[in-house]
T-cell receptor, first 116, second 112 residues
Framework: KAGVTQTPRYLIKTRGQQVTLSCSPISGHRSVSWYQQTPGQGLQFLFEYFSETQRNKGNFPGRFSGRQFSNSRSEMNVSTLELGDSALYLC???????????????FGDGTRLSIL | GQQVMQIPQYQHVQEGEDFTTYCNSSTTLSNIQWYKQRPGGHPVFLIQLVKSGEVKKQKRLTFQFGEAKKNSSLHITATQTTDVGTYFCAGPSYNQGGKLIFGQGTELSVKP
């Protein structure tokens, strides 16, 4: 069974640009969550999508948004990039019935985003 | 807000020594999960504990969930170099079940 696939693996952007990251969950998984990982703040929850709806949201500004498609694939968008957005962005999938907080999360390799 | 705290932040051990990391939540948790992230890798799910006082073992790893369901521990017996990585505990938000809150992690290094 294929794991969670994230593309691209690396991305370099400049301040003010926007970026879209993609995540394909494990087949059969309907919940997709996004996390930001930085050395200073650790792993922080961005949002969770289930059945094409945002089910939970973390404490990030509105510049961070996402969506989920009917095949459970998800995208995350960050607009007006800031230097502080440099991080590893991880996507995780789970079966989804009970909420991502109650089920094992299967993580992808992440997208390393660097803002210049 | 709700917090999940882990200690220690770093632990350096000699191969063969034991290792323990502790996790404490500011609120009661419905479950706690443990993950391991190797250097340069992504978090990998290790285990989920659900019951008060639960103890589970995976080979040299022993996981415990406290009686009050607010704390947990991971103990590794006779560490090996393959145990190197950062160990995270995580629990669901008390008011947003789909939000998983991670501890800061304990980074384990093992000297051969």
């Amino acid at each position: 069974k294929a794991g969670v696939t994230q593309t691209p693996r690396y991305l370099i952007k400049t301040r003010g640009q926007q970026v879209t990251l993609s995540c394909s969950p494990i087949s059969g998984h309907r919940s997709v969550s996004w996390y930001q990982q930085t050395p200073g703040q650790g792993l922080q929850f961005l949002f969770e999508y289930f059945s094409e709806t945002q089910r939970n949201k973390g404490n990030f500004p509105g510049r961070f948004s996402g969506r989920q498609f009917s095949n459970s694939r998800s995208e995350m968008n960050v607009s007006t990039l800031e230097l502080g957005d440099s991080a590893l962005y991880l996507c995780a999938s789970s079966l989804g019935g009970q909420g991502a907080g109650n089920q094992p999360q299967h993580f992808g390799d992440g997208t390393r985003l660097s803002i210049l | 807000g709700q917090q999940v705290m882990q200690i220690p932040q770093y632990q350096h051990v000699q191969e063969g020594e034991d290792f323990t990391t502790y996790c404490n939540s500011s609120t009661t948790l419905s479950n706690i999960q443990w993950y391991k992230q190797r250097p340069g890798g992504h978090p990998v799910f290790l285990i989920q504990l659900v019951k008060s006082g639960e103890v589970k073992k995976q080979k040299r790893l022993t996981f415990q969930f406290g009686e009050a369901k607010k704390n947990s521990s991971l103990h590794i017996t006779a560490t090996q170099t393959t145990d190197v990585g950062t160990y995270f505990c995580a629990g669901p938000s008390y008011n947003q079940g789909g939000k998983l809150i991670f501890g800061q992690g304990t980074e384990l290094s093992v000297k051969p």
